[in-house]
């Protein structure tokens, strides 16, 4: 039979009803009728001038001839789901899906986008901002960009930026009427709490920060408490308080003016930004790419936010 004459359609309704031995679930799987399967094996029958099924009151049976044909008819289906891949992958060959947390992703990633379009200008870059683990079993996601230990199991991890820690507020808060010119002065002013990472006691919090500065933590400070960074950035950038800004974070508004540095000082975490992707995944030209943007990017990354390591002692605040 000439490959333009294949029945695929009847095939795939005969698949189906094998896999089953049921017209009515195999036109569930399809989507379409019971009466149109039935009608679709009767034509395949037809075609090949072979019995597929012994339809009885209750049940069908496969014929003999049916059942040698199902192995490579499932090979046949699974080929041809593999070609329709490899012609996807190849029309999308400049896609690069990206995972990210809306902070990083508004404050950080997007801002730079440019000079990766300078780099590649016939990019795709889907951006996924969500706090939400990738599931790369699932998902169709190239690589994700989180902050944390950098302990992810299974996948390959790049720490490309590391943190650091401090007080950050709007230059009309700073010239007030209440002034912050040392830690404890804080008490006076409203406190923006980043509570995306409350479930773990390793993020950087106020809690740490004030502890590490000296300052005795007082029940019923006033705060505000944000589930996003980023929202925690933009409310003391509205004047709205004081902000404990990662300084990834917090730099292009650092550089702008918008927000200014409270103290010197600046406390180290454990916690840093990775890329995080299976092994397979970083095999692919234009995901090895897009992470060594994301290395340089990083690399470039004002110093002066992020000078110290972790374990370094704090300074006397």
């Not at 902000?243 to 406390?267: C, H, N, Q, T």
Request: aromatic content about 6%; some cysteine.
């Amino acid at each position: 039979m000439k490959r333009s004459l294949l029945p695929l359609n009847a095939l795939r309704a005969f698949d189906a009803a094998a896999r089953h031995m049921s017209f009515k679930k195999a036109a569930d799987d399809l989507s379409v009728t019971p009466a149109a399967i039935s009608q679709q094996i009767r034509s395949l029958e037809d075609i090949l001038g072979v019995e597929l099924f012994r339809r009885t009151n209750r049940s069908l049976i496969l014929t003999e001839a049916a059942q040698l044909s199902l192995a490579a008819l499932k090979e046949g289906f699974e080929k041809m789901e593999e070609a329709v891949d490899i012609l996807t992958q190849s029309k999308s060959h400049n896609v690069i899906k990206v995972s990210v947390s809306p902070s990083f992703a508004s404050k950080w990633l997007v801002p730079r986008l440019a000079s990766y379009y300078e780099r590649r200008p016939d990019a795709i870059v889907k951006i996924s901002a969500t706090m939400s683990l990738t599931d790369f079993n699932v998902e169709d996601i190239d690589l994700a960009i989180r902050y944390g230990s950098g302990k992810y199991p299974g996948l390959e991890v790049i720490e490309i930026l590391r943190e650091t820690v401090f007080p950050v507020c709007s230059p009309e808060l700073l010239e007030s009427s209440k002034p912050i010119k040392k830690p404890a002065d804080l008490k006076a002013h409203t406190l923006i709490h980043d509570d995306s990472f409350s479930d773990d006691d390793s993020a950087p919090n106020w809690s740490m920060w004030l502890r590490a500065a000296g300052v005795n933590i007082e029940e019923g400070l006033p705060a505000l408490h944000f589930n996003t960074h980023s929202l925690a950035i933009e409310a003391a950038v509205a004047g709205r308080g004081v902000a404990l800004a990662r300084s990834a974070i917090a730099e292009e508004d650092l550089k702008a003016g918008r927000l200014v540095k409270l103290f010197d000082e600046v406390m180290p975490v454990g916690f840093a930004h990775h890329i995080v992707s299976p092994a397979e995944k970083i095999k692919s030209e234009r995901v090895l790419d897009f992470i060594d943007w994301l290395v340089a990017e990083a690399a470039d990354t004002d110093e002066s936010c992020v000078s110290l390591e972790p374990g370094e002692d704090v300074s006397a605040l």
